[in-house]
């Protein structure tokens, strides 16, 4: 039969994912719920701890100042991608709009990348807010390795898009903020990314993606004490492959 | 099957568990014309619907939209959809929701046509979260119209809406109609797909009970309706040949009839002061109760 279905020029495909990227993030920019907390709180903890509490101490220890730095960082980037994503996907998922976009003809993944995007939108800003507070905390770091780090820290935001898109698709919308924070604040605790651990307990903190993503930074940054970056950076896509992946399968099959 | 049908169902199966949803279901809907999808609670409208717009995949049989697998999203360009149950973002514009969705459509109509023509230009500025359930539902319109579809899906598109809003969607989808658009329609407002519909489908028990035009429908039900004023009594029009059922009403004396000619005949001889006489055929309401009354 003559369908007379009309084809997508390239050019209104990619628009339709920039237009897609563009209302995600409008979207969450103005919930002050979820914009408030992330976009201030790294800075503003690190500068009440690593300035006001605590700044004469590390000033004269530049690994304390490194890792207090890091730390907040690190806790900005997991932030958007797990909340953004987790409350988000299952909010959606509940109130039919994800229904809605699978019925209409949204491009494949389209609604997948905006988040991601929102989401590194938001660490931008964060690593954006806490380099220009890092002075404060008595670090002086080159321009183009603060770059690097603000890079990593954006990309590093992947694997927690895919650890709050798989609780998304199986939490509710009341009982997403509760499943992850589950997830995020032990993260956050035992990591070591803002409370050192003991050395027999660091095979806990090697189970989270912060530790990983921490060791990374560690490096880019050149701060004393860094190792490879290989291992972790295998680590980090794991987790985002087979979040991914779980996290697809389960909406294909309960929506 | 017909080879120019715009949608179809054929010979599909569907089950949730135990529960059989649609059971050898088959469906068209045709070039232009406005189907209406009628079933009570549980029929199988929903699923039927679902496996039309790809949502969920039937366990036998087959499911095209526009000569595609529903999923195809060359298939989905080609059709608009309205749901009850979708909660857009309440922190998104109604002027950019429909922005939204128009991106997805290789030639949708503009943002500020679609919201003239659905009357809900007064509202480009508000945020979703804060409309009323009726001016929600006016925009859900709005964005099944945006991306000019050749196959309109609405889930109850007037639930909710005051009578002037619906005088709106009424016109509009007239005017598809006229313009050779094809609409399947679910709905419980009766009166609706009497006003609108070129052709029913009743469902029931996830099956296709009967199809074809309103009045075809009504024809299916052969009682007809007659009211007068009259001084005979219920007990004497009971026992006459053809009547079905008699009661007095809040018009006089109310009789349901398969021989009306035959039961008129008899009032005007019996009382020749009898007046305020009234013949009616049955309605979609009563062709839809009947139809349905027999698979409960």
Redesign the interface.
């Known amino acids: 039969?003559d369908?007379?279905?009309?084809?997508?020029?390239s050019g209104?495909l990619w628009?339709?994912y920039g237009?897609?990227a563009k209302?995600e993030s409008?979207?969450?920019l103005?919930?002050p719920a979820f914009a408030g907390p992330f976009l201030v709180l790294p800075a503003a903890l690190y500068l009440l701890f690593g300035a006001l509490l605590f700044g004469s101490a590390i000033e004269k220890d530049p690994k304390a100042a490194w890792f207090m730095f890091l730390g907040f960082s690190i806790m900005g980037v997991m932030g958007p991608g797990m909340f953004g994503f987790g409350i988000t996907v299952a909010t959606e998922r509940e109130?039919?709009?994800l229904?809605?976009k699978?019925?209409?003809?949204?491009?494949?993944g389209a609604s997948l990348l905006a988040k991601m995007l929102m989401s590194m939108l938001f660490v931008a800003i964060i690593m954006a807010s806490m380099a220009a507070v890092a002075p404060l905390g008595h670090l002086r770091v080159p321009a183009g390795s603060m770059l690097a780090f603000s890079l990593v820290g954006i990309l590093g935001s992947t694997p927690f898009c895919a650890l709050g898109f798989l609780i998304g698709t199986f939490a509710s919308a009341k009982s997403a903020p509760a499943f992850v924070n589950l997830l995020y604040l032990p993260m956050i605790y035992l990591s070591g990314i803002l409370f050192p651990m003991p050395k027999s307990a660091e095979w806990i903190a090697r189970l989270s993606p912060a530790y990983h993503l921490d060791r990374i930074a560690l490096a880019v940054l050149g701060a004393p004490g860094n190792d490879g970056v290989f291992v972790h950076i295998v680590v980090l896509a794991a987790v985002t492959v087979v979040c991914t992946v779980l996290a697809v399968r389960r909406l294909a099959r309960h929506? | 099957m017909r080879n120019d049908n715009i949608a179809e169902l054929d010979g599909v199966n569907k089950r949730f568990g135990n529960v059989v949803a649609l059971d050898d279901f088959s469906l068209e809907v045709r070039p232009g014309e406005l189907l209406a999808l009628l079933g009570p609670n549980g029929a199988g409208k929903t699923t039927a619907i679902s496996l039309l717009l790809g949502l969920s995949q039937a366990d036998k049989g087959s499911a095209r939209l526009f000569g595609l697998p529903p999923q195809s999203i060359e298939a989905r360009r080609g059709i608009g959809v309205m749901l009850q149950e979708a909660a857009l973002a309440p922190e998104l514009r109604v002027f950019e929701q429909v922005d939204l969705v128009a991106s997805y459509y290789a030639n949708p109509l503009p943002v500020a046509q679609v919201l003239d023509l659905t009357g809900t230009a007064p509202l480009s500025r508000r945020p979703y979260g804060k409309l009323s359930s009726g001016q929600k539902r006016q925009v859900q319109f709005a964005i099944a119209l945006v991306g000019r579809p050749k196959l309109l899906f609405l889930d109850e598109p007037t639930v909710g809406l005051d009578i002037q809003s619906r005088e709106i969607v009424w016109a509009t989808l007239r005017r598809l109609i006229a313009d050779g658009c094809s609409i399947v329609l679910t709905t419980h407002y009766l009166e609706e797909a009497e006003a609108l519909a070129d052709r029913v489908a009743v469902m029931a028990k996830g099956k296709l009970i009967v199809t074809g035009t309103v009045d075809e429908m009504r024809a299916l039900v052969v009682r007809k309706r007659i009211t007068c004023h009259t001084r005979i009594t219920v007990d004497e029009v009971a026992g006459w040949p053809d009547v079905q059922t008699v009661s007095n009403g809040q018009h006089g004396l109310l009789i349901t009839a398969s021989n009306t000619e035959n039961v008129v005949r008899r009032l005007l001889a019996a009382d020749e002061d009898l007046h305020g006489l009234e013949v009616q055929s049955a309605g979609l309401a009563e062709a839809f109760t009947e139809l349905t009354q027999e698979v409960r």
Not at chain 1, 3 to 9: E, N, Q, Y
Not at chain 1, 102 to 108: D, I, K, T, V
């Open positions: 039969m369908t007379a279905i009309t084809t997508m020029t209104r628009r339709a237009v897609e209302y409008v979207r969450m103005r919930t109130h039919g709009l229904q809605l699978r019925a209409l003809p949204m491009p494949p929506g």
